[in-house]
């Protein structure tokens, strides 16, 4: 008996644009750097969110840090979420 190709082939063409156009943006993005200074200020960062507006501009921070185990004593990772950000809007002329 004959094996229909054609789904699979319509499948295997799918994935296979995809990896293609995946690897090809990763081979454009610019590796970068880490800087020493940025991982201290998000390392100092208090767990929860905060929030603060001034004239012309709005700053967040969020941290997040958990542990997440298989079982009781079983094998963990832990997951370290922090962001600063800065939205700031200035009327151009």
Do not use: K, W
């Not at 200020?41 to 967040?60: C, F, I, K, W, Y």
């Amino acid at each position: 008996m004959p094996l229909p190709l054609a789904p699979i082939a319509g499948i295997a063409l799918r994935y296979g644009t995809l990896a293609v156009a995946t690897y090809a943006m990763a081979a454009r993005v610019e590796r970068g750097r880490r800087d020493q200074q940025a991982e201290d200020a998000l390392d100092r960062l208090d767990e929860g969110v905060t929030l603060r507006r001034e004239p012309g501009q709005m700053n967040s921070t969020g941290h997040y840090r958990r542990v997440i185990r298989l079982g009781t004593s079983g094998p963990g990772i832990e997951l370290d979420f922090a962001s600063i950000t800065r939205f700031r809007v200035r009327r151009v002329d």
